[in-house]
């Protein structure tokens, strides 16, 4: 990233000034993690006398362990398993039926394609947290409460991808569907071989970005999933605190925690290049 | 923009286009009606009947002093959540401009707190200022000042705002640091050479060279803190004490579910729609700008 100037970057006592405000603002941003982790390493007894240590201890087995197989009110491994059925599913389905309708839009010319277009255009308005009481009555009434299907659909329809994937077809140079139209392949052929190929870099790119997105969605599974056996993570932990005057068992609850933030830590570590350009892309 | 080659057939694209149409449908514009058409109605305490008002829900929460009170909630907060993180966002992306080797290592880093969903970061920031077994708040306690955000309400602002910029400080961080390094170095080093020190540099040409992508991040900044905070602000303060923390969409969560007032639950959804229609078009005005530019 850095160009090899030099002429204006620092050099000296400032460049290691830079780097110690650097460490410093590394080290505070991360501290909740850290001090969560620590939570999820020691004992209950060590937390509920203030001041808790700042050093890992040595009950991780036992907490996670506790977690992932038993939990407070359902597993863990339960909800983990509700999540990254949530978030693939969400991200798969929005970036299928983008891309189909992406396609139809820019490779099509047919009966009602502007109105279409505005229709999806106007969804982009729609946060679900705006229309939460009809749309819970929608899913309600289709039986669809505690359900996968329920949890996936009403936060499939994204105008996002479709408009990413518009811009994307539109940069794909004409002589490549000409070439597939004398050849007499059909549309479809030429989307499968050509056009899906051809996007794969920004399919990955969404991907991640939607992944995260259905990962750590808050209100829409609190509505809806009654049953714990359908608690996602992240709005399983909120459930995990008593009501009342009992004491929360924090160290099961920080475990969970940092369960709930490694999958998408990992998705946007490992993939931080797409997921850079994914940001970037799906904010234009 | 169109393509000038095109396909034939109409069958096949409204094929095509008919699942995303169709969840729209569903999903989006009949609840959208729905929360219209509610607002106009207020039904009985048994859900049977519903009586209509016309606008009587809208001139009833305009002239509420606790939705005008959540208005003046939201706006305080979205501010503060928009400062808190674009200011250190800033900071940090100059600092990670000027070094040469091992911006990479600080990015990877700082890119962590993006992943976790607003309500983790709640749970964790709850955590540190739990009035009983809080790190933070046991510290204070040390120095002599008694945190209570269970009781205090400038409190509790300041841990759901704090809780909500952390987050966003590795968001603003990525566009900042990007938008720093588009900066042409010809322009910074003629101004080197003219004489101009760093922070005279950064603020007449840096500054101004950045500001669509400041100007961009406020507008999203916003947007986020008005509708992708609830999950902090439920899992910290549940919108007390005393709905010093009760922003919009957490009232019409709170009117709507908690309270059942289905009437006024619709109708603060279809204020917020105006809302966040405003925003869209304040957010594509300034890209239609940014393109032009």
Redesign the interface.
């Known amino acids: 990233m850095a160009q090899q100037s030099g002429m204006v970057e620092k050099r000296g006592a400032g460049l290691w000034l830079t780097h110690a405000f650097m460490i410093l603002g590394v080290l505070v941003i991360f501290f909740p993690i850290w001090l969560a982790f620590v939570a999820s390493t020691v004992t209950q007894p060590e937390i509920v006398q203030p001041p808790m240590p700042l050093w890992p201890g040595d009950q991780f087995i036992e907490n996670y362990t506790a977690a992932l197989f038993s939990g407070v009110n359902v597993p863990v491994a339960t909800m983990l398993f509700n999540s990254l059925v949530m978030a693939v599913g969400i991200a798969v389905g929005k970036i299928i039926i983008s891309l189909l309708s992406a396609f139809a839009i820019v490779y099509f010319r047919f009966p009602f394609r502007s109105t279409f277009f505005w229709m999806i255009f106007l969804t982009l308005m729609l946060p679900v947290e705006v229309r939460i009481v009809p749309t819970f009555e929608v899913v309600a009434g289709f039986g669809m409460l505690n359900s996968y299907s329920g949890l996936i659909f009403p936060l499939i329809a994204s105008a996002t991808a479709t408009f990413l994937f518009r811009q994307f077809f539109l940069t794909i140079p004409d002589e490549l569907a000409e070439a597939a139209r004398v050849d007499g392949a059909r549309p479809m052929r030429f989307f499968i071989d050509i056009v899906v190929p051809m996007s794969r870099t920004n399919i990955a790119a969404l991907f991640v970005i939607l992944f995260i997105y259905g990962w750590n969605q808050y209100l829409w599974p609190l509505l809806i999933t009654t049953d714990p056996e359908m608690n996602t993570i992240v709005m399983g932990i909120k459930q995990m605190f008593p009501s009342g005057d009992d004491v929360a068992e924090w160290p099961v609850i920080m475990a969970t925690s940092i369960l709930a933030m490694i999958p998408p830590v990992i998705v946007v570590v490992s993939m931080q290049r797409l997921f850079v350009r994914g940001l970037v892309d799906s904010e234009k | 923009?169109e393509?000038?080659?095109?396909?034939r057939?109409?069958m096949?694209?409204?094929l095509?286009?008919a699942?995303?149409?169709l969840?729209?449908?569903?999903?989006?514009?009949?609840?959208?009606g729905?929360?219209i058409w509610?607002s106009l109605f207020i039904p009985d305490p048994f859900g049977l009947s519903a009586r209509f008002v016309g606008l009587g829900n809208f001139e009833f929460l305009l002239g509420d002093k606790f939705y005008r009170a959540a208005f003046l909630t939201t706006a305080v907060f979205s501010i503060l959540v928009t400062v808190c993180s674009m200011v250190?966002a800033l900071?940090?992306a100059v600092?990670?401009d000027?070094?040469?080797?091992?911006?990479?290592v600080?990015?990877?880093?700082?890119?962590?707190?993006?992943?976790?969903?607003?309500?983790?970061?709640g749970?964790?920031?709850l955590?540190?200022f739990n009035t009983?077994?809080?790190?933070i708040s046991?510290?204070l306690g040390q120095l002599g000042y008694d945190w209570n955000h269970v009781l205090n309400g400038g409190e509790a602002m300041g841990l759901v705002v704090v809780a909500s910029a952390?987050g966003r400080?590795?968001?603003n961080f990525?566009?900042f640091f990007?938008a720093l390094?588009s900066v042409p170095?010809s322009v910074?080093?003629a101004a080197?050479i003219d004489g101009a020190h760093?922070w005279r540099?950064f603020f007449t040409i840096v500054l101004p060279l950045i500001t669509p992508t400041a100007f961009?991040l406020l507008v999203?900044n916003v947007v986020y803190a008005f509708?992708?905070t609830?999950?902090v602000i439920?899992?910290i303060t549940a919108g007390g004490p005393q709905q010093s923390t009760t922003i919009l969409?957490y009232k019409?969560?709170a009117d709507?579910?908690v309270g059942q007032d289905?009437g006024s639950?619709?109708a603060q959804?279809v204020i917020?729609?105006f809302v966040?229609?405003l925003l869209?078009v304040i957010q594509f005005k300034y890209?239609e700008k940014r393109v032009h530019y």
């Not at chain 2, 600080?106 to 962590?112: A, P, S």
């Not at chain 2, 707190?113 to 983790?120: L, T």
Request: no cysteine; hydrophobic share 60%; net charge positive.
């Open positions: 923009m393509k000038r080659v095109t396909f057939g109409w096949l694209p409204l095509l286009i699942p995303q149409v969840i729209s449908a569903v999903f989006f514009f009949y609840p959208a729905q929360a509610q250190p900071f940090l600092l990670a000027r070094l040469i080797k091992g911006s990479g600080y990015r990877t880093m700082l890119i962590w707190p993006y992943a976790v969903a607003p309500a983790v970061a749970v964790l920031w955590f540190m009983r077994v809080g790190v046991w510290y952390w400080i590795s968001y990525l566009f990007a390094q170095r910074i080093e080197a760093f540099r961009f999203v509708f992708e609830f999950g439920h899992t969409v019409v969560f709507g579910f289905l639950s619709s959804s917020l729609l966040v229609g869209t890209i």
